[in-house]
């Protein structure tokens, strides 16, 4: 602040330079800059994390299987790098899952004698649609698409 003598007014020295960018606010601007940067490169993986982009995804057709090849164990593959199994259901079709628990990311296991999804962590369980029916977990496991051309079984994406 500079006090002007032969007028009594007080003005800054900011506002004698208007419309000049000043060190102060240059270094303002780049610090605002920096850490707005900074926050975006910490939040986006945890973003990326929480809101995975799978629904936006393009996904390819992948043949998983042939209907002889599935026993009561189910069958496991992978899809999109994802641990996943494709098993019989009680009504004698098919589904198909990404076998990453929804609550913390384990591997769930197909349990034959229960006909459910354990999860080993925190024994979360889902039925065999996938359903989350006890334990932490708080929505399905991921459901594939299926499509079945003569023996072959196809996974199309999500379903
Ligand atoms: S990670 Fe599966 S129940 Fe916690």
């Not at 080993?120 to 932490?136: L, T």
Request: proline residues 5%; neutral net charge; aromatic residues 10%.
């Amino acid at each position: 602040m500079i006090e002007d003598k032969s007028d009594s007014s007080v003005y800054s020295r900011e506002e004698d330079d208007a419309g000049k960018i000043t060190r102060r606010r240059f270094l303002s601007l780049i610090f605002t800059g920096a850490t707005a940067m900074g926050l975006a490169a910490f939040f986006a993986p945890l973003a990326r994390y929480a809101y995975p982009v799978l629904k936006g995804q393009v996904f390819e057709r992948q043949k998983i299987a042939t209907t002889s090849q599935i026993s009561a164990e189910g069958l496991r593959f992978d899809y999109i790098e994802t641990p996943s199994m494709v098993i019989r259901l009680s009504d004698g079709n098919y589904g198909a899952y990404s076998l990453v628990c929804t609550h913390l990311g384990c591997i769930v296991k197909w349990e034959v004698k229960n006909q459910d999804f354990l999860c080993p962590c925190h024994a979360g369980k889902f039925d065999e649609n996938g359903i989350n029916i006890s334990g932490p977990p708080p929505k399905p496991l991921t459901k594939y698409k299926l499509s079945i051309e003569g023996n072959d079984i196809y996974v199309e994406g999500l379903a």
